[in-house]
């Protein structure tokens, strides 16, 4: 069964760095593209950052130069290193799974983890 | 970069109604459209992908289409459980507002 399971949320202040974690089981994270998408508080999904099979790395403009995604194949875990953060990065981030087809579409999502950056 | 754009942003509807929601890129996509279903507190669900192809275990009530810039999800009966948000993404991984679809 294919899980993804996050960690590592919590209270940060501005500025601040917090290290998300997604751990999966059921598949290998390496032989898929594996995506953050977070969601702010009463609002719309945003897509974060994608990592690729072959390791290319791309971001949102809005986190360019502050997030970090990375993956660890021994530990099968997906990363999201944030740094700088912002008050306007408070949301629920979720890992996610490429899926089929040509959309880069997500079939498994995580439970997702709460950020809150605040003073 | 491509934007998006859902409507209407929200409906509401009776059980056993039809229930089509649009989605628009603001340039062509061919068919490189997704749509989701994301309950309250609940992570999103995939619920089609290349614009008309139903994921697997998805019930049949729910259809898409389109290609190039305009695009349709379908609920050919809405039922209570059907209760949720729906998001389009095209495959630049960019995400649709949302229409939140209610029960009247």
């Known amino acids: 069964e294919v899980q993804l399971v996050e960690s590592g949320g919590g209270l940060v202040q501005p500025g601040g760095s917090l290290r998300l974690s997604c751990v999966a089981s059921g598949f290998t994270v390496s032989n898929n593209y594996m995506s953050w998408v977070r969601q702010a508080p009463g609002k719309g999904l945003e897509w974060v950052s994608v990592?690729?099979?072959?390791?290319?790395?791309y971001y949102a403009d809005s986190v360019k130069g502050r997030f970090t995604i990375s993956r660890d194949n021994s530990q099968n875990t997906l990363y999201l290193q944030m740094n700088s953060l912002r008050a306007e990065d408070t949301a629920v981030y979720y890992c996610?799974?490429?899926?089929?087809?040509?959309?880069?579409?997500?079939?498994?999502w995580g439970q997702g983890i709460l950020v809150t950056v605040s003073s | 970069d491509i934007q998006m754009t859902q409507s209407p942003s929200s409906l509401s509807a009776s059980v056993g109604d039809r229930v089509t929601i649009t989605c628009q890129a603001s340039?062509?996509?061919?068919?490189?459209l997704n749509w989701y279903q994301q309950k309250p507190g609940k992570a999103p669900k995939l619920l089609i992908y290349?614009?008309?192809n139903l994921e697997t275990g998805v019930p049949s009530r729910f259809s898409g289409s389109g290609s190039g810039t305009d695009f349709t999800f379908t609920i050919s009966s809405l039922q209570p459980e059907d209760i949720a948000t729906y998001y389009c993404q095209q495959y630049g991984f960019t995400f649709g507002p949302g229409t939140k679809v209610d029960i009247k």
């Open positions: 340039q062509d996509i061919s068919n490189h």
């Open positions: 290349d614009a008309s």
């Open positions: 996610a799974r490429g899926s089929r087809g040509s959309s880069w579409s997500f079939d498994y």
């Open positions: 990592i690729y099979t072959g390791g290319n790395t």
